[in-house]
């Protein structure tokens, strides 16, 4: 059997194997092969912004009147709401019944937000960005709000231009699949740079701090998440969280960036099924707000903090920690370690100076290998649960399809 008849992510797989033995062996051809990688990002994060702002306008200029759809989209963002305070309180759980320590070193460069509303209040202006320039910059809240208007506006314009707008995201759309299917060499370049670079020396001494960052993401994953599909669904959530870990999961893992995973969590929304109406609108606005990976990470490493300097957390205090840290969490960046510089926010309810808590996010950018890659494929593929689940609400009981290509 030829490799291009495989599935993509068995290829995406043997991308992986292939990345971390070249790494090894051949580590000062890492920066060239990373290049590799590098451009796969980059033509993710360039077709994105105009994917999400056509593909909303269209589906809106298109879609019927339906009020169920609105109520499933309010559903999809309670989801996102829950799962972060959810993710915040099993990392506070952990991190109460296994205590990490870290060691106190020089501060990490950056300037973090001095409090939860200036987060909030970027997120604002986000919205109400210029359309050109939220396309230029990747502003996806920008994009899709302009898209929302648009969308409407545009609903009463002829049939033709309709039926153009949907033949225009239709083109932008098999764009996308093109750049997917370099995943394989793309991902291969990301693994061969990190290996050869990073390896896994940097990582020893916080392994521990590391091991309960991932579990608590992995108990998300695989136990809270499910959960909520099961409620929603009343059917074996199994199949399809594995699906979106499997298809979503993996390629967020390895670009660490939920905004070049949009154009992968369509797809896959549409192979799902999914009501076009409810994906096209769910999935960049949790690309952008719904960081349950990164509640999990402001979350630890600031009780990592507090542990440190011996600092008692009463009840009040730590219910107070999982909401911040949940709230805060909707503005990190869809970016590399966008969630590291909102540490400080959390410190700052124990009285840890801005000085002491710059160190923890040092620490946090030395794992950020493992840490990272996790956040982000917690994120990308919870995006997707979340859709699913909301989608199959109400719906009669049929097979999950999960075997569609």
Avoid at 78 to 96: E, H, K, N, R, T
Avoid at 164 to 182: C, K, M, P, T
Avoid at 208 to 234: C, D, E, K
Avoid at 244 to 255: N, V, Y
């Amino acid at each position: 059997m030829k490799v291009t008849e495989l599935g993509l992510v068995p290829q995406i797989l043997m991308g992986v194997v292939l990345g971390t033995v070249t790494g090894l062996l051949f580590p000062a051809l890492a920066e060239s092969l990373g290049l590799l990688g590098q451009l796969f990002v980059g033509m993710l994060k360039a077709v994105a912004p105009l994917l999400v702002l056509v593909l909303v306008m269209s589906a809106i200029a298109n879609r019927h009147e339906s009020g169920r759809d609105g109520r499933k989209m309010m559903m999809v963002l309670a989801l996102f709401l829950i799962g972060m305070i959810s993710a915040a309180l099993v990392a506070l759980l952990l991190s109460q019944l296994f205590p990490q320590t870290i060691a106190l070193t020089g501060p990490a460069q950056g300037a973090p937000p001095q409090a939860v509303g200036s987060v909030l209040t970027d997120v604002l202006f986000k919205l109400i960005d210029n359309p050109i320039n939220a396309l230029l910059t990747a502003n996806f809240l920008g994009c899709l709000s302009w898209a929302v208007l648009l969308g409407v506006g545009f609903r009463s314009a002829p049939a033709g231009f309709r039926q153009n707008l949907q033949v225009l995201a239709d083109g932008v759309s098999e764009i996308v699949r093109y750049v997917i299917r370099l995943a394989p060499v793309g991902i291969f370049g990301l693994v061969c740079f990190t290996v050869a670079t990073a390896g896994v020396a940097a990582l020893a001494s916080y392994a521990g701090l590391a091991l309960v960052l991932v579990t608590a993401m992995l108990v998300m994953a695989l136990v809270i998440n499910p959960l909520m599909v099961f409620l929603l669904t009343r059917r074996n959530p199994y199949p399809i969280v594995f699906r979106c870990l499997e298809e979503s999961g993996i390629t967020a893992f390895f670009t660490r960036s939920s905004a070049a995973n949009i154009p992968v969590n369509l797809n896959l929304a549409k192979k799902l099924g999914i009501s076009e109406e409810l994906y096209t609108v769910s999935i960049p606005v949790g690309a952008t707000v719904n960081m349950t990976g990164a509640a999990i990470t402001i979350t630890t490493l600031t009780l990592a903090a507090v542990h440190t300097l011996g600092i008692e957390v009463s009840l009040p205090a730590a219910l107070l920690l999982c909401a911040i840290s949940a709230l805060s969490a909707c503005g990190a960046s869809g970016v590399p370690s966008g969630s590291l510089l909102l540490i400080p926010l959390a410190c700052s309810l124990f009285g840890i100076s801005l000085d002491v808590s710059m160190q923890v996010v040092a620490v946090g950018f030395i794992i950020s290998v493992i840490q990272d890659s996790a956040e982000t494929a917690l994120n990308s593929s919870t995006d997707v649960v979340y859709t699913y689940a909301v989608d199959q609400w109400g719906r009669p009981e049929s097979a999950l399809p999960v075997n569609s290509d």
